[in-house]
Structures are given as structure tokens and as C-alpha cells.
Nanobody
């Protein structure tokens, strides 16, 4: 199983980014997916999750209304659209398959003026 994230960048506050995670080695459509982040000196936290059957989603209060997770099963890809980014969103963002406890390598997002 391989998870490859991309899309991280340095942006200014208020800007947007879309992260992508391409998954290989498993029947992607059958698995729920999630995005997590880890800032320096802080614990890793979940920022979005999407169900495999209903595509239902969940977000913590810190990102709800600004972040959107989605998936394209034809492309084996899960996305994280991040709008109105804030400096506190700065972190390494990881793609994760909860059912098999498998992580991607992460992509750096830095929000700074």
C-alpha cells in the first residue's frame, strides 16, 4: 500500500490550497480516508474524514467551514480543499487509511505573511 500526498506550499493568510493523496495497493473505494496534521511541538490531529459508503464527512471545529475533504474513486485520490488559511494551519499534512493504520509521507503547508 502506498499513499502519496502532494500540494503543500507556502501561502499567505486567507489564501487557499488543495492537497491530493493518491492511493495504490488496495481497493480504494472500499476504505474510509482521513487527513491529519502535525505542527512542530504538537500532537498529530485529525482535520477531516470521509466515509467509504456514504461519503459522509466530519471535521473538528478548528477547520469546519474552511476545509473540505472529497474523494474520486476513479482516480484513487482523496483531496483536502483548504480555504481561508490561517497561520495556525501551518503543519505537515498526512493522508491516512484508518482501517489498516497506514500513513502517507506528508506534505508541508506553511501559512505566513
Amino acid at each position: 500500500v502506498q499513499l502519496v500526498e502532494s500540494g503543500g506550499d507556502l501561502v499567505q493568510p486567507g489564501e487557499s490550497l488543495r492537497l491530493s493523496c493518491v492511493v495504490s495497493g488496495l481497493p480504494f473505494s472500499r476504505y474510509g480516508m482521513s487527513w491529519h496534521r502535525q505542527a512542530p511541538g504538537k500532537e498529530r490531529e485529525m482535520v477531516a474524514t470521509i466515509n467509504s459508503v456514504t461519503n459522509s464527512t466530519w471535521y473538528p471545529d478548528s477547520v469546519r467551514g474552511r476545509f473540505t475533504i472529497s474523494r474520486d474513486n476513479a482516480k484513487n485520490t482523496v483531496y483536502l480543499q483548504m480555504n481561508n488559511l490561517k497561520p495556525e494551519d501551518t503543519a505537515v499534512y498526512y493522508c491516512y487509511v484508518p482501517y489498516i493504520n497506514h500513513w502517507g509521507q506528508g506534505t508541508q503547508v506553511t501559512v505566513s505573511s
